[in-house]
């Protein structure tokens, strides 16, 4: 008996041991692909026409529009411009997905409705979702909207128009092809590109005008460069972010620690696998013991 | 060990009010259901794009089957441990865990919204098969919970087998049940100890997946250590229930109440609390988190109270005089369901802090949902236990004459 107990002990053990141990299953997620693209969004410049609105609804196919502006994002509504007031204080906000480079959602869903794919764009496959909502928990933005409304219920969230910039037969992007919402923006407050040049972008407009940008401690930031582990949508503001409705995140990704926390318990499935051979044995002793004892 | 059991059937007429109640009730019940499933998860509930998961959740799924882990807990304490003594237990506990399992998934069933595709899970995607996503606690949770409802009966199954050998009419049901009891003597080992694996397993992941709240989850909450934490509480939760479930059968069904059994239960539960106090403590600790348990509002609060759910029971069960008093002890048993359910509660909905501004409280039809649930699991462990032998067999009065 008491040998068997150590038995059952050490396996416990092993199974400990994997939950400490280093994980390398989180490389995958560590940078934005080469080919990324994204968007980057200057607060400063906005004027708050809420034509990317229009546009967001009209390129996905949406009820509403810009004279009955909607309070927030919802099940029919992937992007929206918000004024932000207080004191002497105001700026627009717009909020969308942000293509983090290491998403929570596509950590948190089961069989893989959310991926991200080319470019690092990331998307909803209906035909693989269960509805379970595990992506509005697991999204540090509260992004993906969930149709309450309805008995057949789609995620609904932006896709950087995935079904217009990106030609599926070719895996190409379209020449000149934009998301509806940069399309439509009078201002260029809101732009399309490549990952690498907006980032440039962005630098040369603090570079140029430093005063014009928030940033703690004086020291003008992208929002979106290394918050959460990066997003591929990029903001710059001249208030703090968290006034706009950004949380304040770490410079990793907030599913990188689930991530290494799961695969450390189940690496390779060698400790549930160690755990249930041990399990086994000791109870088949115990059985054979009992039996010896009945006669 | 899959030998007969000791257990009988209380046997005797259902009784009428109780039926009748529970028939009407239910019939409600899936009326609002109905309307849930036409109308959607909105016009029934108070969930919102930032509170997606509630009650149903929260309550059903993932304080459900951590109080349905008397089969675990007695398992691990019965045959892993070799206390045998135990063993009168099991099947009451089996047969809490089995309905508490299935309401379970029930529940998720009611609460997601895309229910049809659900099977499409355990392929891993359908006609695109095998993908599955390692990286989620959630996919873990569900294929572990759907293999563990199925453990969960199998391992229930002598008890049906018994009663068909028994008194079954047709002989080819008979032979089956005669078939089936010997499959059990052999391979029972192996069937429990899949039983012990997977709560083990998806009972701990269950705390996981608050993790990719990240942010969201208030700090005093969120740790590393919380698959730790979570399977810990639920092993206590499991003895917890036992107890309680105990002492209200033998009083409803008027048989014998193993009180020197369930008082010696109680050990365990001091074992396992005091080590989810240490644990919690300790992390608190280590991570430098003491002032979140005085600076966080309301929130601290809700800490303390959550704390002290734990803490009195094990001060009430910590002296063995006072322990084997079982009045104390079964309130005590009381205290540490709740103290586990407000644990999981905290972590799924009260610390969850998505935005500013933004709160959740549960509908009326929403906890009416909830209610059904439970209902129609009380209603099916009321008719198994008259009709099957899964309770210890001696009535009251005749070991009293």
Redesign the interface.
Known sequence: MSMDRRTLLKGLAVAGAGAVAPVEASEKYAEAPDDAVGMLYDATKCIGCQACVTACKTANNMPGNRYNPPEDLSGDTKNIIRLYEEADETSYMKSQCMHCVDPGCCNACMIGAFKKREYGIVTWDPDRCIGCRYCQVACPYNIPKFQWNTGVPLIVKCELCNHIIHDPDTGTLREGALPGCCQACPKEAVIFGKYTDLIEDAKQRIADRPERYWGPDGEPKIFGLTDGGGTQVLYLADLNFEKLGLPTLGDEGTAKQAREIQHGIYRGFIAPVALYGVLGLVMWRNSRAAKKEEG | ?AGHSHAQPVGGPLNKKFVTFMVIFLGLWVAVLAYR???????VSG????Y??GVWIAFDVVTGTALACGGYAIAILC????K?KYHPLVRPALLTSALGYSMAGLA?VI?????W??W??PL??FP?MG??????????V?LCVMAYIGVLWIELGPAFLEKWESTSKSSALVGFAKAGLKFYDKAL??I???G??LP??HQ??LG?????????LHGLWYT?WI??LFLISCVGMGYAVVVWESSLSSSLFKREREDSMLISLSGAMVVVTSLYLVLRFGDLIISGKVPLMFNSGWLSVVFWAEIGLFAVPLWMLASKQRRSHFPVMLRASILLMLAGSMYRFDTYITA?Q??PGQTYFPSFLEIFITAGVIALEISMYYFIVKRYPILGGVPAEASAQ
């Open positions: 060990m499933f036409i109308f959607g998860i909105g016009v969930l919102t794009d930032y997606p998961w045959y892993i441990l070799n045998g998720i609460d997601v919204g895309r229910w595709g659900v499409r899970i891993g995607g695109d993908n599955y996503n390692w990286d989620s606690a959630l996919l873990e569900a080992v192996w429990i100890a899949m012990v694996l083990t397993m701990s992941s996981t997946l608050m993790l990719l709240g990240g942010q969201k590393p698959p730790l969850y998505p935005a």
